[in-house]
């Protein structure tokens, strides 16, 4: 696929040469290539009858969904840029991200017709509203798009147009939006089916791709955007629901998918994991948040040696570093705490404040380049100034490189923890503690200390019927890491706030303790 400066040229190739083969694949719904490179003509023209202009940003508010594909490639060859937002959100967080974009046009998916009509009054850019479901009142979408002529526009654009504009997941103010380039992808994706780059698995035709985590984050839209463009089948879920996942890995004979720590965890602990035939998997990625040592070995015991981890961020357009399955050897322990080496493509190190290598096993902020990274934060050129430096991603994660050249993950900056002047990275406690056998998740926090400034605190949820007291907690941790590192103190709780990508969220874990103080740091 040469000569392609638009994302949706991987759709035009496909509808050409194999327009008949199967797409996509949700809730028993096949879309072979050609129907969706026509339907995604029909949502281009649509969009330009509505008055949107090249590089105007389109709203999208839905669960995933074979439409948003659709939509996805029709936003492209009109060179509209897309904007998924998080259907998690409350509707006044929704409302700033379709008012930040500037968005006039918003497409809203089954169930969210009544809350986006609830916070219309809040968008009033917004001047055309379509249901993909036809709810609400709203404008259906099958019906808007198929009086759309199929013609294919061939709308022009330059390779650094945006094609995509995806939020952060806003842990400190407001959220900001991600702008990739359709170049961005298009030097992403090649990778995957490159014969040379066998690190990567190979992607090929051949594999059945299960989309399952949300297409508004870029580990869930370049786990689509990777299948259909080596042509793969790819079968999108609605939601990651752990007992249908296990359904649908045997039934589709999935071979490819990408999943985040928490729902590993969440399918090992779901009836009849075991019992579930893995032996289509050839590979899941893993990414988005650290996943405990403990938990990838009876992953890779239950699922076999499928797993490779990825580490980047939405700003270096999900890439970064990588972990082969041939390096996830259970006889080296230590080696799984790491997020492998720097991906084909991409340039990594770890830096002092002053953007200096520190040396090997000196913890330092990680830095990216790559041919990948965004082109900024819409509209944010001060925040942009500050994480894209003469080309390098400041990524504001904390990490190592070791003597072999693995980097490993140390934390967020933000959530590190100073106390008496040391600092401690919850990572590294949430890791070992993690292996007790009667923890089913963990979280570290920093909570204030007179003394201390700042004291280690573990946020545990136990695992059903298990007796465990806070003393038994911090005993565990002291056999196992520095004793200044350990918690002074455990909470018990249910269970821990994530979002939707599986990152727990700790500054609402620790909003309680700091509440009186007015800040998060002592």
Known sequence: MSGMKNVADVLRGHAKTRGDKIALVYRGRETDFATLDRRASRVANGLIAAGVKPQQRVALLTRNCDQFMELYYGCAKANAVIVPVNFRLAGPEIAYIVNDAGAEVFFVGEGFAELAAENMADMPKVRQVVSLEGEGGYEDYAAWRDRQSGADPMVDNDPDDIASQLYSSGTTGHPKGVQLSHQSGLNLWPLLADPNEPAYGRWSEADVNLVCMP?????????ALAGLYVGARTVIMAEAVPAEILKLIPEQRVTKSFLVPALILFLLQTPGCRDTDFSSLD????????????????????????FGQAYGMTESNGGGVYMPKADHDLSKPERLKSCGKPAPGYEVKVVDEDGNEVPTGEVGEIILKSNTLMAGYWNLPEATAKTLRDGWLWSGDAGYFDDEGFLYIYDRVKDMIISGGENIYPAEIESALFGHPAIADVAIIGVP????GEAVKAVVVKKP??????????????????????????????????NPTGKILKRELRKPYWEEIGRQVS
């Open 283 to 306: 590979e899941i990625w893993y990414g988005a948040a650290p996943i405990p040592v403990e938990l990838l070995k009876q992953a890779l015991e239950v699922f076999g040696p499928v």
């Open 215 to 223: 297409l508004y984050h870029v580990g869930g839209l370049n786990n």
């Open 449 to 452: 200390d007179e003394r201390w």
């Open 465 to 498: 019927d298990a007796a465990l007291s806070e003393a038994e907690v911090i005993d565990y941790a002291r056999q196992r890491i520095a004793h200044y590192k350990c918690p002074k103190s455990v909470d018990f709780v249910d269970e821990l706030p994530r």
